[in-house]
């Protein structure tokens, strides 16, 4: 399932912080500072898309996350592999470093990250 671009910034705000009474959530927002009914809304439809939950602690609710931030963009990147490189890494990969105007020490520091990943195929 997918979140909006509001819900997905919101839970960049919960990975981070790991678990989070909603004085923390609005404290990690820069100003202007969303409304506290705004980030109850957002937190019920996250928590009902399952990406989210919640222990009570008297009247308060500390949210944690139940989906990882590796696992909910690694589904996100195979959609988009998926859906616009036809499933090939290689167009991606081509795409990537023509597009994002990478220096020769990034794309060095990419070819290194590539060599490490076939070493450890090889083992």
Known sequence: MKL???????????????NAFMKDILEAYEEPKPATTTIA?????????GFIDYKTFGK???YYPLVSKSDYFGKH???LL???FGN???????????????TKDELEALRAVIDEEIKKKDE
Not at 41 to 49: A, N, P, Q, S
């Open 4 to 18: 909006s671009k509001t819900e997905e910034e919101l839970m960049q705000h919960i990975w981070r912080l790991e």
């Open 60 to 62: 308060s609710r500390k």
């Open 41 to 49: 809304t957002l937190l019920k439809r996250i928590r009902d898309k």
């Open 88 to 102: 090939s890494a290689s167009r991606f990969a081509s795409f990537f470093t023509q597009s994002t105007d990478l």
């Open 82 to 84: 998926q859906n616009f």
């Open 77 to 79: 990147f195979r959609g």
